[in-house]
């Protein structure tokens, strides 16, 4: 009977929840570029938006597994600490999801009353986020439930695929777990400069700037990484 499970059991989790990010943020994208297609100059310009797009998506991922790509293979080495591995790893990567979908979902409150994605000092002026999510679902019902069926049913299938059962009940073979700690940071970080030259600063939102229609240039952005990058840079 195997005493120890494979490293490829964390990689493969953090590898599934990457291109569900991925997937769901630029569904979104495609949305909003739906929404506001008029105001979207030429097809460069939207082939433009959803590169860059794609890659203020790969650094959201980065920053949202920095923290449990490294510290999880480290406490999945000891057979002591696999049960806190698992959880952690599980709560986290759920309430990463939360926060996503949430920002995602009151975008369409900011982007039609002030024409920007939402961070902390919108947030502090626009009242609860419960109210957003009302204002959202009356004045955009249809769409909202267009949104919202797709995301439970993609989060079903990334749960599903997760196969939780299984997941971290054996400790992790320990040269393996120091590996994709270090190199999953690395990777993390890179994805959060887009680029290998780690001396560069994490991609600023003034990249984004696409066009001149500064609904676009927000479009381009997700919320998610406009919201940490301006609590990181403080």
Not at 174 to 183: E, G, N, R
Request: positive net charge; glycine residues 4%; aromatic residues 12%.
């Amino acid at each position: 009977m195997k005493t120890h499970q494979s490293v490829y059991t964390l990689i493969r989790q953090y590898l599934l929840f990457t291109l569900t990010v991925l997937f769901l943020l630029t569904l979104a994208r495609a949305g909003y570029n739906l929404w506001h297609f008029t105001q979207v100059s030429d097809v460069p310009t939207l082939v433009q938006s959803f590169w860059q797009g794609f890659k203020f998506d790969l650094a959201s991922v980065g920053v949202l597994l920095a923290v449990p790509v490294f510290v999880v293979p480290l406490l999945a080495m000891f057979r002591a600490t696999v049960p806190l591995a698992r959880w952690f790893s599980l709560l986290w990567v759920a309430l990463a999801f939360v926060l996503l979908v949430t920002l995602e979902l009151v975008t369409p409150y900011f982007l039609e009353s002030s024409a920007v994605r939402p961070d902390a000092s919108e947030f502090a002026s626009a009242g609860g986020v419960v109210d957003m999510l009302a204002d959202v679902w009356s004045r955009f019902m249809i769409p909202a439930i267009i949104g919202t069926v797709l995301v439970v049913l993609i989060l079903i299938a990334f749960w599903g695929r997760l196969n939780t059962r299984h997941f971290l009940r054996k400790p992790v073979k320990m040269i393996p777990a120091i590996m994709m700690s270090v190199f999953g940071l690395a990777f993390c970080v890179m994805a959060t400069h887009a680029s290998i030259d780690l001396t560069k600063p994490m991609i600023d939102p003034s990249a984004a700037l696409v066009s001149t229609e500064s609904v676009v240039n927000e479009i381009t952005l997700n919320s998610t990484y406009k919201g940490l990058y301006a609590l990181l840079s403080q």
